[in-house]
């Protein structure tokens, strides 16, 4: 499953089988393909992440996102748009602020290179059995 953030990218969890020497893992981890407007990514590299064609990929729900902080939908959807475009606009002046997501991870760019780095923590509460492969891997 995955939510498409508009202007912003995908995050979705994939399923990934690992050969080990004595075992074969089956790990969950946490992926993001960024989707944003290629001009506000000039001079950026960014690491190409393929989605599996079965991941059903969902639209942002501002409605449930309503819900946790007690905001109409409408406002929770302008914030979020906004948030974007002024994130958007500061890569495009060359401002390299990170992005965080709380209780998933930040966005940041270093040596220009803009990456999703997800916390240990959201890792780990996708993947019980084999949490450290799963953190390898992520």
């Known amino acids: 499953q995955g939510v498409l953030v508009p202007g912003l ?13 004595e075992e074969v893992y089956m790990v969950r981890r946490p992926v993001f393909q960024l989707d944003m407007d290629m001009s506000c990514l000039r001079e950026l590299v960014f690491p190409a992440v393929m989605m599996p064609g ?6 942002l729900d501002y409605w449930w996102l309503s819900q946790t902080n007690s905001l109409p939908p409408d406002v929770v959807r302008g914030c979020v748009e906004e948030t974007i475009l002024l994130y958007s606009f500061q890569l495009r002046d060359r401002q390299r602020p990170a992005f965080a997501f709380e209780n998933i991870g930040i966005l940041s760019c270093q040596d ?27």
């Open 112 to 138: 220009n290179v803009l990456c999703m780095q997800f916390h240990c923590s959201c890792i780990a509460g996708l993947e019980s059995r084999d949490t450290w492969m799963a953190l390898l891997l992520t």
């Open 9 to 21: 990218g995908t995050f979705a969890v994939v399923h990934e089988q690992i050969n080990g020497t």
């Open 54 to 59: 079965d991941i059903e990929i969902m639209p």
